[in-house]
């Protein structure tokens, strides 16, 4: 079965990097497109980019573009999400899902989520 | 990107229909056959429920059902149940590589 495990909490100072780490088992791994999604406390979800992890191609949101950057090592079917600059609006949990076998544009897993909390 | 546009909070006694509207452009919602619905319950990752506007996946109760009528799609709880109270998203393709997601709905069972 398909399983997203996402590394520990972070707690990360403004103006600082935070890396996530997916690790993706149960399937193709570079058969299928991954998607980083943050949810803030108490706010809606924000879809922050994908990544092919085939050829490691990227499409960011336009907002985080010039700060985020997805990555993939194909040898241990592990994705990877970095922000940089950090600010105190960057705590969230952050998730990467799974696009869907029907269309890379669907999520249909999600992994469990990374809570990063931006704090002086 | 501009978040899609959903009510605050929704409410509905037992066994009772809601709907929820998630309103869009025609360069998201109205242009693509991309919609899809999540049910997030607290402190726990969302959960497909709708794909493809009106699809359901396996697994998920024929009480939820979904539509769309020019830039507005809409999920559909038939039969309210306790379960389903829950915060409800949608998404959509929004072209040039991107999705969107909506600002989220709160469901209270009363």
């Known amino acids: 079965q398909v399983q997203l495990v996402q590394s520990g909490a972070e707690v990360k100072k403004p103006g600082a990097s935070v890396k996530v780490s997916c690790k993706a088992s149960g399937y193709t791994f570079t058969s299928y497109y991954m998607h980083w999604v943050r949810q803030a406390p108490g706010q809606g979800l924000e879809w922050m980019g994908i990544?092919?992890?085939?050829?490691?191609?990227?499409s960011y949101a336009q907002k985080f573009q010039g700060r985020v950057t997805m990555t993939r090592d194909t040898s241990t079917s592990t994705v990877y999400m970095e922000l940089s600059s950090l600010r105190s609006e960057d705590t969230a949990v952050y998730y990467c899902?799974?696009?869907?076998?029907?269309?890379?544009?669907?999520?249909?897993?999600w992994g469990q989520g990374t809570l990063v909390t931006v704090s002086s | 990107q501009s978040a899609l546009t959903q009510p605050a909070s929704v409410s509905g006694s037992p066994g009772q229909s809601i709907t929820i509207s998630c309103t869009g452009t025609s360069s998201d919602v109205g242009s693509y056959n991309l919609v899809s619905w999540y049910q997030q319950h607290p402190g726990k990752a969302p959960k497909l429920m709708i794909y493809e506007g009106s699809k359901r996946p396996s697994g998920v109760s024929n009480r939820f059902s979904g539509s769309k009528s020019g830039n507005t799609a809409s999920l559909t709880i038939s039969g309210l149940q306790a379960e389903d109270e829950a915060d409800y998203y949608c998404c959509s393709y929004a072209g040039s590589s991107t999705l969107v997601f909506g600002t989220g709905t709160k469901v209270t069972v009363l």
């Open positions: 899902s799974l696009g869907s076998s029907l269309e890379r544009w669907l999520i249909d897993y």
């Open positions: 990544i092919n992890p085939s050829g490691g191609s990227t």
